[in-house]
């Protein structure tokens, strides 16, 4: 009987059930995020299509993705944060069934770019109305249990597609799992329906609402500018790092695909553990100092990847690399709740998954370019630098503070 109080005292300090709910949707809308990559292979034999075309799918998805962050976020400070995040789940589940019954190339193309508009509706507002639901000393580890949902679910997606792709073919995939995000849509709006997210601005002119607005977006954006900036600037290396690190197993050490593909699961463990040190850190050590100690980590941690042989050190690291890439983000989302005002907030998440997750996009092929010039072991080697070098700057910033 102690036993069982003890757990729901832990299960109440991580969020209780409105955390769990945020999981559970997280995790339904991501389903189909990271489906795509898996079932190329199929999609290409099956629609008998290009490498060329092949890379313009994945990239149909993730550049309109980023870039509706930005309205999503503009929208979600402008009506009701559990209707945005509602359409925005609806609209990605319906149109992965679409996807699963495209007949040909072009008509898939054109349903992952409007996806990927959907999928700017999410994220900005989910976070937001998070912020609503918790106390400033509780919000670190909700934000944790959120972003671990949307772990789980990027990873089931593919496990789950591949299973039904290798049972029925590849659009049963798209099609059931669609299903699983449009069933979680409707329950956000019957769970919120009584409460009106703090950030709600009725309609223009609203004077109670004027009498609110003390704070600009400018002040608050020049407030978290160089902890905000870092990050995304890491973010790009590391997302960078991410996508090729299979290859770049397999270059380095001779390993074989199946193995190196093994090895993104450590990457993807060590991040589940991230979000919840993170969150767990920022509530007890102070916003700033856990954003910029998960800021420091990630240079050594990278530099570690590319100087260690291949042996269980270079295993840890691994993990380690996956941990500090997700704690940033726990302790980064809760840094910028506490540092922005309720009414902006839905905007400044748009502007900051915006522009990271853009420039991942953006900057992959690029990096890729550069891997084609010069090797990718000669490439990977300057990123560690470079991390190494931001790190040295997120120290400083430490020590100012």
């Not at 099956?46 to 550049?63: E, K, R, V």
């Not at 989910?126 to 509780?138: F, K, P």
Request: with cysteine.
């Amino acid at each position: 009987m102690l036993e069982r109080g003890k757990l729901k005292a832990l299960y109440r300090r991580w969020g209780g059930g409105t955390a769990a709910f945020f999981a559970y949707t997280h995790a339904s809308h991501d389903l189909c995020s990271g489906l795509l990559p898996a079932l190329l292979p199929l999609v290409k034999i099956s629609l008998g299509i290009t490498y060329l075309q092949s890379g313009l799918l994945l990239s149909a998805y993730a550049i309109t993705a980023g870039i509706s962050q930005f309205p999503g976020g503009w929208l979600g400070d402008r009506l009701r944060r559990s209707i945005v995040v509602a359409v925005g789940m609806g609209g990605v589940g319906l149109l992965a069934v679409g996807i699963g019954f495209s007949p040909s190339y072009y008509p898939m193309l054109v349903l992952l770019v409007i996806m990927g508009l959907f999928a700017g509706l999410y994220h900005p507002s989910a976070v937001s109305m998070i912020s609503n639901c918790y106390e400033e000393e509780g919000r670190g580890k909700a934000i944790a249990i959120h972003n671990v949902g949307g772990s789980i679910g990027y990873a089931l997606g593919p496990i789950v597609g591949g299973v039904i792709a290798e049972a029925l073919r590849w659009n049963f995939a798209y099609i059931i799992l669609g299903i699983v995000t449009v069933i979680a849509a409707p329950l956000v709006i019957r769970k919120f329906r009584h409460q009106e997210p703090v950030g709600y601005v009725a309609a223009a002119g609203n004077d109670s609402q004027a009498a609110v607005r003390r704070i600009s977006l400018r002040t608050v954006l020049i407030s978290v500018a160089p902890v905000i900036t870092l990050f995304i600037l890491l973010e790009f290396i590391s997302g960078s790092a991410l996508g090729f690190v299979t290859l770049y197993m397999m270059d380095k050490h001779g390993i074989a695909a199946a193995y190196a593909t093994m090895l993104v699961a450590a990457i993807r463990g060590g991040g589940i553990a991230g979000s919840l040190i993170g969150g767990w850190l920022s509530d007890r050590w102070g916003r700033n100092n856990a954003a910029v100690f998960a800021l420091l980590a990630t240079g050594p941690i990278l530099y570690l990847l590319t100087s260690l042989p291949f042996n269980a050190g270079l295993i840890v690291v691994l993990i380690a690399f996956g941990l500090f890439m997700y704690m940033r983000q726990a302790t980064m989302q809760a840094l910028l709740i506490d540092k922005t005002p309720a009414y902006l907030r839905a905007t400044i998440f748009g502007i900051y998954f915006g522009l990271s997750m853009e420039g991942q996009s953006l900057l992959q092929p690029v990096a890729g370019h550069f891997m084609d010039v010069f090797g990718i072991i000669d490439v990977f080697y300057v990123m560690a630098i470079i991390s190494v070098a931001l790190s040295v700057v997120s120290l400083a910033l430490l020590r100012r503070r």
